[in-house]
């Protein structure tokens, strides 16, 4: 089954919005073994919207529209689906009943005309029913092509698609199995990643695709397999895995495709009954950040100072002033005492200390736009008990606090492997 | 001048990474009046960029295609590019001599063949030298339609459109102007901001396009014009949002498109010479990290404390444990202490506190998931040197997360404004 993707709205044409509907409605039709074929972003014209459905007409089986169903003016999905489908829009009683629910009980003000015409379905429509918003989802059929409407608000789309979209596709449709497994390295480029595993790769069998996905510090090797007898790609993918693993395990940190390095982390402190907390200049609170966007976090960190000022850092963390006026704040000896200060503060097993520049301007130090310390308190006896690095990470300022984070991250996974041992 | 922007990339129609480079080069575009017909993502396979390349040709005056260039086996837009223009590949002398410098001067590593590959482009293609990578940008033109292509690790891509693509665009071809002017609301919903402005709405001339961007709490309104004449443009929207501020300047907080409110935040503090500082639980560092992403923020951001675990609420900002135990860590009362502990600690004028349940689970307090309390601390003598307001975000985390920093922000950025009149 191919599936095409289309998002209306100028906002993603000029670039004011990034698309992100489009990768959530990808990856859950993805797993379900359906194949995207293109993911298209439209303006919001009745002509752009009319040749686009006629373009896909035939072409796919199934086409996933958002965007277009507000309330507002500019939201003329829905009568132009109704026009491509020779239809007309009809009161549908249920969608009304949920809105006037919504706006009356929840919103507590009275309804409006404009609200009430989001109770408006085209005739042929099954109506997708959209628990937590005004606009409904439209399950539309022409020949051999099935069109869904989702409304582009982003947690409307996905209770549509995880509640209504997916289960109906898994009812209706025969799919083939698709299964992927991501390898995920680090400190190699993508070059001299491809150059030792390029035997290997040559003797990959015909239904296993490869991709490289290189990010700064990081190799992502992606692989898919394709084929009607799930247990076939599963023993397939594991041999290479495995015999891929034997060729590159040194770089080699982890294997599930959405696995970020803080869920990596979590999973290593939890087990291991460790925690950590963060002494933070340069990055600016982004490690505390990520490190509690994951759900249970609290069971491993502890919280976080965000030393930006050299008060913070000399007042709350204990630098000595000394230190810095000898050293500057921008220095390894700062953010050895930073992760020092701080590991004495929030009582925990680790610590994670960035001091930097992170630009554009040349700040209260000497060092070079880019450059950046990081330092780990450990809970090993000295000398082991701090680690520190220096780095240059250039420019952009956003590339710098990312780079940062993520090495910071990697070297606390590299530390917590090494204790493990 | 009609452009459409093509991704390749398997990782994007799978879902694995969100496309965030056609939004740069969109904007990048947009800004030099080219009007973006479509955003289309492709699979990296020959047949269907083959067919991309011949839908698009003379249908678009230009195309810009990212993805495809790098050093690996799954990396094919080079090779198609050159049998969709029946041209072959010749080794570029400056490209493999940028290559070479790249590799062995600053990786310190000896060239390989896949490296010294990079340098093969069609020899019918003006090259775009890529100074931050070792792929080339490549224009070629057919007929009526020019062809570029680019790298897809982001910051080439990026530097090769600011520094080739668009001031060969400049140079070479006129384009009509369009101006964007973007008002920023906040506080009512998109059904009712479309009712109280859609006489004025009724009312735009036939050349400005009007668009909603609702996103949670708040309601962009993006005006459009598009014609000859900058001057006449620039009035008639001037007028226009003159006229829309006399309907709606209750609920308008900005007019820049790019504008966050960190951004605004941090105009207003460097402006007015205050400070501010964070005590974040719920939000786990991310109000520190949105307000440090700002170049310059070190002037008016102090620093902050990530008090996630209770330990660090009572020890480092002096929150009583009897009101921990009497009112339960998600508390108003919790709340106003970590903001007035915080100011003590870090000396600044406002300081932002959020302690709250973002989920899934419940946590060490009674309160519901999506619970959150906001304070706010201020300069102003007391009782007005503190504010406090409770809000229900519902779920999932990431979205209880990023509604209290927004929350957080307004709240903030009221309280500044009210203290300046």
């Not at 992100?20 to 379900?32: C, G, H, P, Y």
């Not at 239904?207 to 009607?228: D, E, M, Q």
Request: glycine content about 6%; some cysteine.
């Amino acid at each position: 089954m191919k599936a095409t993707i289309v998002t209306i709205g100028d906002e993603i044409l000029i670039g004011q919005i990034i698309d992100t509907n489009s990768a959530f409605i990808a990856k859950s039709l993805d797993k379900i073994g359906i194949d995207i074929h293109e993911v298209i972003s439209i303006s919001d014209s009745r002509d752009h919207i009319l040749a686009t459905l006629k373009y896909l007409q035939n072409q796919v089986e199934l086409v996933v529209i958002t965007g277009g169903l507000g309330p507002t003016k500019d939201d003329i999905t829905k009568k132009t689906l109704c026009d491509y489908f020779e239809d007309e829009l009809v009161v549908n009683e249920q969608v009304l009943a949920h809105v006037t629910e919504l706006i009356e009980g929840f919103y507590k003000r009275p309804i409006s005309q404009i609200n009430k015409d989001q109770a408006l379905v085209p005739s042929k429509a099954t109506v997708l029913h959209n628990k937590v918003g005004t606009a409904p989802g439209m399950w539309l059929k022409k020949e051999n092509t099935v069109f869904v409407s989702l409304p582009g608000v982003p947690y409307e789309m996905k209770y549509l698609i995880e509640n209504e979209v997916v289960p109906k596709v898994v009812r209706e449709y025969k799919r083939p199995f698709i299964i992927h497994k991501t390898v995920l390295t680090y400190g190699q480029g993508e070059s001299l990643v491809a150059e030792r595993i390029e035997a290997w790769e040559n003797n990959l069998p015909e239904f296993i695709k490869l991709a490289y996905l290189p990010s700064p510090g990081r190799v992502r090797l992606r692989l898919s397999a394709r084929g009607t007898d799930e247990q076939v790609l599963q023993n397939a993918i594991e041999e290479n895995v495995d015999s891929l693993s034997k060729i590159i395990g040194d770089i080699i940190v982890g294997y599930d495709e959405n696995e970020t390095l803080e869920v990596i982390l979590g999973r290593l402190l939890t087990k291991n009954k460790m925690t950590v907390s963060t002494a933070e200049s340069c990055t600016g609170g982004k490690i505390a950040q990520l490190l509690t966007s994951i759900p249970g976090s609290s069971v491993y960190f502890k919280g976080g100072v965000v030393s930006y000022a050299t008060e913070v850092k000399t007042e709350i963390l204990k630098v000595p002033q000394e230190l810095i006026e000898k050293y500057s704040v921008v220095s390894r000896e700062v953010a050895i005492e930073m992760a020092l200060g701080a590991q004495k503060l929030l009582q925990t097993d680790y610590v994670i200390a960035t001091t930097g520049n992170a630009g554009p301007e040349k700040g209260d130090s000497p060092a070079e736009v880019g450059t950046v310390f990081i330092a780990l308190a450990t809970p090993n006896p000295a000398p082991n008990n701090i680690i520190c690095e220096e780095f240059h990470f250039g420019q952009p300022r956003e590339k710098v606090i990312d780079r940062a984070v993520n090495t910071a991250f990697e070297m606390l996974q590299k530390e917590i492997l090494k204790n493990l041992l």
